[in-house]
T-cell receptor, first 109, second 118 residues
Framework: ELKVEQNPLFLSMQEGKNYTIYCNYS?????LYWYRQDPGKSLESLFV???NGAVKQEGRLMASLDTKARLSTLHITAAVHDLSATYFC?????????WGAGTKLIIKP | ETGVTQTPRHLVMGMTNKKSLKCEQH?????MYWYKQSAKKPLELMFV???????ENNSVPSRFSPECPNSSHLFLHLHTLQPEDSALYLC?????????????????FGPGTRLTVL
């Protein structure tokens, strides 16, 4: 059974700090997606990572993929309050997305 | 309207009621999806439609009945639901949604319907 595990599931941090969210998966898929969900809202696509060593950056967020380790990371640099949300990773397996449980990120001023 | 829209946004129903959720995508995509999002659980894929044909049904109880009249519209018909069916139901669409496509196929989500079953 394919599993996608995110950690931590909850993270409270101060503005200006750096932190990393981890996404481990058990399949050989080389396509991984990161999404963001604000409270009471829908999911918004952040990054698509297609191959080993892929790195994508948008503002203070950077995502990377290591298919050999079956690990993706989402790194937050100098966090700001606006980044408070729940972040999900999802692995593409036979064109279906298998989702992690999400990491709820709270950034305090 | 742009993107993926869903109606209603909130729905409260009794266990004996029949109701329907509606989803419409304005992106020209070929695949549409229904997901269930429950608190503290990963998103659960319920149904997938590709070019109006149902391609996946992930062991969803028969009290949930999907309908896809065309590639832009997707319905989820609900009847005799249970309280544990209370959740956020999300609709999504993507350009391809087939096993034959190996590139990027980002799914775009609607705002969801918050369903409460009493």
């Amino acid at each position: 059974e394919l599993k996608v595990e995110q950690n931590p599931l909850f993270l409270s941090m101060q503005e200006g700090k750096n932190y990393t969210i981890y996404c481990n998966y058990s399949t050989t898929s080389d396509r991984l997606y990161w999404y963001r969900q604000d409270p009471g809202k829908s999911l918004e696509s952040l990054f698509v990572l297609l191959s080993n060593g892929a790195v994508k950056q948008e503002g203070r967020l950077m995502a990377s993929l290591d298919t050999k380790a079956r690990l993706s990371t989402l790194h937050i640099t100098a966090a700001v309050h606006d980044l408070s949300a729940t972040y999900f990773c999802a692995v593409d397996e036979n064109y279906q997305l298998i989702w992690g449980a999400g990491t709820k990120l709270i950034i305090k001023p | 309207e742009t993107g993926v829209t869903q109606t209603p946004r909130h729905l409260v129903m009794g266990m004996t009621n029949k109701k329907s959720l509606k989803c419409e995508q304005h992106l020209g995509h070929n695949a549409m999806y229904w997901y269930k999002q429950s608190a503290k659980k990963p998103l659960e894929l319920m149904f997938v439609y590709n070019f109006k044909e149902q391609t996946e049904n992930n062991s969803v109880p028969s009290r949930f009945s999907p309908e896809c009249p065309n590639s832009s519209h997707l319905f989820l018909h609900l009847h005799t639901l249970q309280p544990e069916d209370s959740a956020l139901y999300l609709c999504a669409s993507s350009q391809h949604g087939t096993r034959d496509y190996v590139g990027i196929d980002t799914q775009y989500f609607g705002p969801g319907t918050r369903l409460t079953v009493l």
